[in-house]
Structure formats: C-alpha cells, structure tokens
C-alpha cells in the first residue's frame, strides 16, 4: 500500500453512491479533518438534495433524473476535493489516513527484469565487414548489444548497439578475425542476464 487515498465512486449506482458517500463525510467528522475543504455540511446538504431527487425519480419524474445526476456530479467532484485535501495533509502519514473511510491506493508491482535473450545468430553479409545481429525479442524496452575479440577477457566487451527491434545491423567488422557477441534486454526496473555468446568470423 502507499501512504495516500482515493474515492470509489466511479461505477457505482445511485444507493452505492449515497451510502458511500455518507459513509465517507462520517469518517471525516474527526478533529484532525476539522479544517477540510469543502466543508463537509455543504455536501451533506448536496446529498440530502440528492436523496430527494432519487424519490422524485422512483415516482416517475423524468425531469429528476437530470436533476440528480447533476447533483451527483457535484458530490463526487466534492468528494474528489476531499481526498486530495486528506492526502495533503496526511503527506504520507498512514495513522491519519487510517482515520477516514476513503479507500488506500494500491502501490503498483514492480516490473520484474527482461528474462534472458534466447536464439541469438549472426546474418552474414555480401558487403566486406558487415553483418546482422539477431535475436528472439522478449519485450524488453530496449536491447543492449556487446562484441568483443576475446570472450574470456571481461573487461574487453563494449557496447556496439542500443536499439528497441531484436536486430542490429553492424559494420566495421574486423574482416578474418573472430568476433563475439552478446544480447541483453533492458526494461525500467533494470536488465536481464546476457544471452548465451554467439561467435562469428568477419568477411
């Protein structure tokens, strides 16, 4: 959970809608919220207007359907008022949002890290010192492509391409030598493991 609160409104039906919404102005008659805006009894009056609408509503009269779905619009955006002023003033502070009905923000699940990079093959070529990386594409947000001429040398891999497709074109291939590469894929929470090192003789 966050340290921060949210109205349930949306989605609801009329009943939902005013047993909610009194049970939320009922958690907020605490002196901590003394000073919240808006005043809690000018939606308390809204609401009552509503209740009657709703009965004119259940009578029959079509012209008080509008009437309280426009009410209803006022209250909720009251509402949504309040729960920012709470959030203002509880500024992270989990005893006093505990004190009101509104509902706690579900913190979002991190992303877990790209899984590693299968099937990655070299395309050979017509063209001198060229050639094409590619890889089976997992999702990741972008793919880090290294080379290097000895594997066995960590320091000695560099980064030769950063793009979002699972391929690079390359160029500049050292022609008759053996050159060796290795794909990762990189999301927002970070990168994944390296995928198994391909080797391939420039031409």
């Not at 009437?67 to 209803?72: E, F, G, I, P």
């Not at 790209?114 to 990386?133: D, M, N």
């Not at 500049?172 to 198994?196: H, I, K, W």
Request: glycine share 6%; net charge positive; hydrophobic share 35%.
């Amino acid at each position: 959970m966050t340290g921060k609160v949210k109205t349930n409104l949306n989605g609801t039906t009329v009943e939902q809608f005013m047993s909610m919404v009194e049970m939320y102005l009922d958690s907020l008659e605490k002196p901590v919220f003394s000073q919240i805006i808006p005043d809690i009894q000018s939606v308390r009056e809204k609401l009552k207007e509503m209740k009657s609408l709703q009965d004119k509503v259940k009578e029959g009269s079509h012209k008080a359907v509008h009437l309280r779905n426009t009410v209803r619009k006022s209250i909720n955006a009251d509402m949504s008022r309040m729960c920012e002023w709470v959030n203002i003033l509880a500024h992270g502070n989990i005893e006093i949002l505990s004190q009101c009905a509104f509902e706690r923000v579900k913190s979002r699940s991190a992303s877990p890290v790209p899984p590693g990079i299968r099937k990655l093959i070299v395309h050979r070529s017509e063209e001198r010192g060229k050639a094409t990386v590619a890889w089976k594409g997992n999702g990741s947000k972008f793919y880090r492509a290294q080379m290097t001429l000895n594997p066995n040398e960590h320091s000695s891999w560099k980064d030769i391409a950063t793009v979002t497709s699972n391929r690079c074109d390359l160029d500049g291939l050292p022609v008759g030598m053996f050159c060796y590469f290795r794909v990762q894929g990189v999301n927002a929470t970070g990168a994944g493991e390296f995928s198994d090192i391909c080797m391939y003789m420039a031409s």
